[in-house]
């Protein structure tokens, strides 16, 4: 679905990814982990062109990035920001730019783009802040706004970047559930998340990042059992099996080993 090759990017004259070589197949979800600072969001940024790219090519379904065009590509993917700028615009209209790649210009916005747009209000649950001026809303509900103009666009590929920032739990929750939703319908998700626990839950592959490069990619499984995220992240992850079969996930902080936080993985024991 999309390949990443030899990608070096970066910012100024800064290389802050170096060499990247991944490929995302259709229908996955892949989560980037890894520490801040490591390069997870300029990978993100790379793969739309907001930060500087030296090196490389990416291709969609087999083409390249160039050749698709910027707005053909953006039919394809969209992208969730970690930053969420506010503004006098309302809730409406901003969702409507999630419609952009689909007009022309001048534009006049169809029947389906506000359909689209409702729909993708109505699965955040920002219906009823249609109306609202985004600078009003509080930061998880612009989370929701942004969510929403990437769903408007219905793009067959989504990028996002620590989505559940500002969320409560529960919205976390059903965020986790849109993402999976996402999945059935045959859609492919990359996303940064800083909660291993999700990542663990959601994955289907998990790519770690360490200093701008990928130090492990493969299977929540696979990631676990080589260490890779105790080294990264100074903990250890320990597992335990529940009555009904269920792995868990618990870690400790090292050297502090009373300090236990809990993950609640769900991934099978085979
Ligand atoms: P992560 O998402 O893993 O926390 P980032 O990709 O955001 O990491 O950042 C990686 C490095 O790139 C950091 O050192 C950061 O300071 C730098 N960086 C990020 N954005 C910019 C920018 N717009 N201009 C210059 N440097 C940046």
Same mark, same amino acid.
């Given at each position: 679905m999309l390949k990443l090759e030899?990608?070096?990017? %970066?910012? =100024? !004259?800064?290389?802050?990814? $170096?060499? &990247?070589?991944?490929?995302? @197949?259709?229908?996955?979800?892949?989560?980037?982990?890894?520490?801040? %600072?490591? =390069? !997870?969001?300029?990978?993100? $940024?790379? &793969?739309?062109?907001?930060? @500087?790219?030296?090196q490389g090519a990416i291709y969609l379904k087999g083409k390249s990035r160039e050749l698709i065009g910027q707005k053909e590509f953006a039919k394809q993917?969209?992208?969730?920001?970690?930053?969420?700028?506010?503004?006098?615009?309302?809730?409406?209209?901003?969702?409507?730019?999630?419609?952009?790649?689909?007009?022309?210009?001048?534009?006049?916005?169809?029947?389906?783009?506000?359909?689209?747009?409702?729909?993708?209000?109505?699965?955040?649950?920002?219906l009823s802040l249609r109306d609202k001026k985004v600078e009003e809303l509080s930061g998880g509900q612009r989370q929701k706004v942004y969510l929403a103009m990437a769903l408007a666009g219905e793009t067959e590929l989504f990028l996002f970047d620590e989505p559940t920032t500002y969320l409560d739990i529960n919205y976390q929750l059903e965020l986790l559930q849109i993402i999976e939703q996402l999945k059935g319908q045959g859609k492919t998700?990359?996303?940064?998340?800083?909660?291993?626990?999700?990542?663990?839950?959601?994955?289907?592959t998990i790519i770690v990042m360490?200093?701008?490069?990928?130090?492990?990619?493969?299977?929540?499984?696979?990631?676990?059992?080589?260490?890779?995220?105790?080294?990264?992240?100074?903990?250890?992850v320990k597992s335990f099996l529940d009555n009904e079969g269920m792995k868990h996930f618990y870690y400790e902080q090292k050297d502090q080993v009373e300090n236990t936080s809990f993950l609640t993985g769900n991934l099978k024991s085979t």
């Open positions: 030899n990608i070096t990017a %970066g910012y =100024g !004259k800064i290389p802050v990814i $170096k060499d &990247i070589n991944l490929e995302f @197949e259709k229908g996955r979800i892949t989560t980037i982990i890894g520490p801040n %600072g490591s =390069g !997870k969001s300029t990978l993100l $940024k790379a &793969i739309v062109d907001l930060c @500087e790219v030296w993917v969209s992208y969730l920001p970690q930053i969420h700028t506010g503004g006098a615009i309302t809730v409406g209209r901003m969702v409507l730019h999630g419609r952009f790649p689909y007009l022309s210009y001048p534009r006049h916005y169809r029947r389906e783009d506000y359909e689209c747009c409702t729909r993708a209000m109505e699965r955040t649950g920002i998700i990359i996303t940064v998340l800083h909660d291993l626990d999700f990542a663990l839950r959601i994955s289907d360490k200093q701008g490069l990928i130090a492990k990619a493969g299977t929540p499984e696979e990631v676990l059992k080589s260490g890779i995220i105790d080294e990264i992240f100074k903990i250890k």
